[in-house]
Structure formats: C-alpha cells, structure tokens
C-alpha cells in the first residue's frame, strides 16, 4: 500500500466555478477524515466518515462543500461557487478504529487556488 | 472545546544544537490523545508520536524526545543533536477517545529552521 493518495495535487480555478477533489484511503482504514489548512496556520478539522457515513461535519464546512464516500472506499470533497478564501491546502486523512485507535495517515494534499 | 497552542511560531538554530518546541493543550475529556507531525516543503504530514492521557511515560526515540505533563497541561517534543533535515514545520496537536478519536484539533505550528 503506497499510503494515502490524492487528486489532483494542484487546482487553479476561476471564481464561481465548482471544484472536486478525490481521496484514496489506506485500503484497511475505514475512517477518512478531511481537513483544510490555510498559510501559516494548522490544519483545520472538516468532516470525517466512518466506512460510508459522514459521522461529523465541522461549521467551517458551508452549504457549499459536499462530501461523500461511497462504497466507504475512496472520498470526494466537492466544492460549488467557489470564492477566493476557499484557497488553501486540502488534506486528507485515514485511519483504523479496529487496531486500536491507530495514528491518521495523511496525504500529500490538493492546493486550491481561487482567482 | 479543545484547544492547542504553540506559542512559537519560528526557532532557527545551528545544527547540533539542541531545541525544545512547545505544546499546551486544554481539553475537557478525561480521555484523551495527544500527537505530533513534522511538515515538511513537500506538505505532507509525517506521524511522530502518539501519546494517550493515561500514559505520562517520557519517550525516547532517537534524536526525539517527548516530556508530557498532564499537571501543566503541555506536551514537549525535543530534538537532540538537531540536523538540517530536521528543518520543517512541527505541529501538536489533540484528539479525544472512542468516536472523536483521529478528529484532530492543531497548533498553529513552529517553522524549525536549523543552519548548517
């Protein structure tokens, strides 16, 4: 297993366009978590589901962001009428509850630019 | 709500030298997680250590250390010996137990930066 993958690694989109974003977990994990990370700051908590439920999702997540993980294998983190703040670094995340609590994995990221 | 900080946010030091970087954590669990990841130019978060409420064990692995203190509410990561690869971002950050477990809450992060 090469880890947790994400697609794509770069965007640029204009204003108002929708962006979708794809997360590929380790294969034995069955949480996968989504985070955002803004310049200079840490990464902040999004959603996270647990197989193929979204079990919790954070108020920084807009009527906007959608995400889903069907199948409870890989994820999509879809964003519609983007706008310059949603420029950041989207991470995502997996993990195990089966042995016991193990750490989350992250991927390398999407970087989101708005112009 | 849980909360962490790290108050600083840059260290530059000279390879060899050693560095403490600092983490206090507020949470209201009684179980609970604690964690630190090196970030570094690539952007992916590397796993360091994990580290539960119960277990207030020092750890040693290497060049790395890790001071956890429950009474002051901190969580320490110290490199020993410190090398330029060691130059990256470094964050704490907390967890709670059962269902909460992995939803992560970061510091803000410390840019080590370590000079030949």
Redesign the interface.
């Known amino acids: 297993d090469t880890g947790v993958s994400q697609d794509p690694r770069h965007k640029i989109t204009k204003r108002g366009q929708n962006v979708t974003f794809r997360c590929d977990p380790i294969s034995e994990h069955n949480r996968l978590y989504w985070y955002r990370q803004t310049l200079g700051q840490g990464p902040e908590f999004l959603t996270y589901f647990q197989n193929e439920a979204q079990l919790e999702k954070s108020r920084l997540l807009s009527d906007r962001f959608s995400a889903e993980r069907p199948k409870g294998s890989f994820s999509t983190l879809e964003i519609q009428r983007t706008e310059q703040g949603d420029s950041a670094m989207y991470l995502c995340a997996s993990s195990s509850e089966d042995s016991l609590n193990t750490e989350a994995f992250f991927g390398q990221g999407t970087r989101l630019t708005v112009v | 709500a849980q909360k ?1 900080t790290q108050a600083q946010t840059e260290i530059s030091v000279v390879e060899k030298e050693d560095v403490t970087l600092d983490c206090v954590y507020e949470t209201r669990d009684t179980t609970y ?1 604690l ?1 630190w ?1 090196k970030q570094p130019p ?6 360091l250590i ?1 580290r539960n409420s119960f277990d207030e064990q020092n750890e040693i692995s290497g060049r790395y250390s890790w001071n956890f203190q429950k009474s002051t509410s901190s969580f320490n990561f110290t490199i020993t010996a410190s090398q330029v690869v060691d130059s990256a971002v470094y ?1 704490c ?1 907390l967890s709670g ?1 059962g ?1 909460s ?9 410390t840019i080590l930066t370590v000079h030949p």
Request: hydrophobic share 40%; no cysteine; glycine share 20%.
């Open positions: 962490v997680y964690f990841y690539s952007g992916e978060l590397v796993f994990r964050f950050a137990g269902t477990y992995g939803k992560l809450t970061f510091g803000q992060g």
